[in-house]
């Protein structure tokens, strides 16, 4: 008992503050608190180098993907598109009178043109298709002229309509080449690569 009075005694002793005090006291540190923690931070200066670099580099990336993904397969698609024309009936009306003046049978060439369809799968046999050579027989070479000549008409009435109503992805990037492709075709030896300016 005796200790309990004696903690009572000291405990009365000290000064006492008043609640309303306190509050202020309070008050004031809360206050300070807030100021250095809401000061402003000076933006940094937005330019061409530093703006949204993830995003330019993704944009770039996803950019050249597409590119690589479109070209990979317009050589072979084209090929086989102008392939099935120069076989088809709607091409026999364009070729007729030089099949007559030449004396080519238009079967023979009918299956010359369906062999184009799984031969060409790049530059090289797309030319190739279309290229004459000296040491092949005349007969061949024939069929080679009017597989570009049916290239070349495919490219020039048909190629469009082919691109809008196919299957492929990337119908702008096939539109773009087209021009490329169809001053190939009217002269084949100039054939080596098909690079389109990127803009």
């Known amino acids: 008992m005796r200790i309990l009075k004696n903690k009572i005694a000291r405990a009365s002793k000290l000064p006492s503050t008043s609640s309303s005090e306190k509050a202020s006291t309070l008050f004031e540190s809360d206050e300070q608190i807030l100021l250095t923690s809401k000061r402003p931070i000076p933006p940094k200066p937005i330019t061409e180098n530093n703006a949204h670099p993830k995003r330019k580099s993704q944009k770039r990336n996803s950019d050249a993907r597409r590119h690589k993904l479109a070209n990979?397969?317009?050589?072979?698609?084209?090929?086989?598109?102008?392939?099935?024309?120069?076989?088809?009936?709607?091409?026999?009306?364009?070729?007729?009178?030089?099949?007559?003046?030449?004396?080519?049978?238009?079967?023979?060439?009918?299956?010359?043109?369906?062999?184009?369809?799984?031969?060409?799968?790049?530059i090289e046999t797309f030319r190739d298709s279309m290229l004459r050579n000296e040491y092949e027989p005349k007969e061949k070479e024939d069929y080679k002229e009017f597989f570009?000549?049916?290239?070349?008409?495919?490219?020039?009435?048909?190629?469009?309509?082919?691109?809008?109503?196919?299957?492929?992805?990337?119908?702008?990037?096939?539109?773009?080449?087209?021009?490329?492709?169809?001053?190939?075709?009217?002269?084949?030896?100039?054939?080596?690569?098909?690079?389109?300016?990127?803009?």
């Open 72 to 122: 990979k397969n317009i050589i072979k698609n084209f090929g086989r598109a102008i392939a099935n024309f120069a076989a088809s009936d709607i091409a026999f009306p364009y070729l007729e009178p030089l099949l007559k003046e030449k004396n080519v049978n238009w079967k023979d060439f009918v299956h010359y043109a369906l062999s184009m369809r799984d031969f060409i799968q790049n």
């Open 148 to 199: 570009r000549m049916a290239a070349e008409i495919f490219m020039k009435y048909f190629s469009v309509n082919w691109v809008f109503t196919g299957k492929m992805l990337y119908k702008m990037e096939y539109l773009k080449i087209r021009g490329a492709l169809l001053r190939r075709i009217k002269n084949p030896s100039s054939f080596i690569n098909l690079k389109s300016k990127r803009k």
